[in-house]
T-cell receptor
Framework: DQQVKQNSPSLSVQEGRISILNCDYT??????FLWYKKYPAEGPTFLIS?????DKNEDGRFTVFLNKSAKHLSLHIVPSQPGDSAVYFC??????????????FGTGTRLKVLA | DTAVSQTPKYLVTQMGNDKSIKCEQN?????MYWYKQDSKKFLKIMFS???????INETVPNRFSPKSPDKAHLNLHINSLELGDSAVYFC???????????FGPGTRLLVL
């Protein structure tokens, strides 16, 4: 039961252009969403997050958009740089039955920025 | 001055053995986690500890036993290793339950 889905396993973008990574979720109880970036042989690194009370959050070149009615979020990277080449994971947070929050991760999208 | 560190980075072992993976964080966080990333790249939470107390225990075989000697450490002991345990195991920490989680570099476990 995959509650967080990243349907594009890979994406290639030219340097300087916009990268758009997509994520869909099924659980309407999710109230906090995050994007992580992961380089090979390293752990995921936090990139940006958004609360369900917002529809947009921006941090430098990175913007996350949340469409609650569509249960969809996206990460925009503008302009894309070769150093952005990595695997990007979407995660959603919900209150678990154990009385705390836990992250549910998507399977990741591998972004390749071409110089 | 690595924030979340794990040892070992690689672990190759035979089926049936018992092994441990160690995790330490120097961020002063009070919540720590263990995740498993399987061959299909799913990153799933296994355990969560808050102030040395077990908070989350997902459907994980009881061959896996986490131990938190103090707030800065969360170790994972695995008994009677099976082929299906081969995966990358990530430790993470956060200041609170819904605060941003910081991940370690991962431990690549291969069971032969």
């Amino acid at each position: 039961d995959q509650q967080v889905k990243q349907n594009s396993p890979s994406l290639s973008v030219q340097e300087g252009r916009i990268s758009i990574l997509n994520c869909d979720y099924t659980n309407s109880m999710f109230d906090y969403f995050l994007w992580y970036k992961k380089y090979p042989a390293e752990g995921p690194t936090f990139l940006i997050s958004i609360s369900s009370i917002k529809d947009k959050n921006e941090d430098g070149r990175f913007t996350v958009f949340l469409n609650k009615s569509a249960k969809h979020l996206s990460l925009h990277i503008v302009p894309s740089q070769p150093g952005d080449s990595a695997v990007y994971f979407c995660a959603a947070s919900s209150y678990s039955t154990s009385g705390t929050y836990k992250y549910i991760f998507g399977t990741g999208t591998r972004l390749k920025v071409l110089a | 001055d690595t924030a979340v560190s794990q040892t070992p980075k690689y672990l190759v072992t035979q089926m049936g053995n018992d092994k441990s993976i160690k995790c330490e964080q120097n961020l002063g966080h009070d919540t720590m986690y263990w995740y498993k990333q399987d061959s299909k790249k799913f990153l799933k939470i296994m355990f969560s500890y808050n102030n040395k107390e077990l908070i989350i225990n997902e459907t994980v075989p009881n061959r896996f036993s986490p131990k938190s000697p103090d707030k800065a450490h969360l170790n994972l002991h695995i008994n009677s290793l099976e082929l299906g345990d081969s995966a990358v195991y990530f430790c993470a920490s956060s200041q609170g339950y819904q605060e941003t989680q910081y991940f370690g570099p991962g431990t690549r476990l291969l069971v032969l």
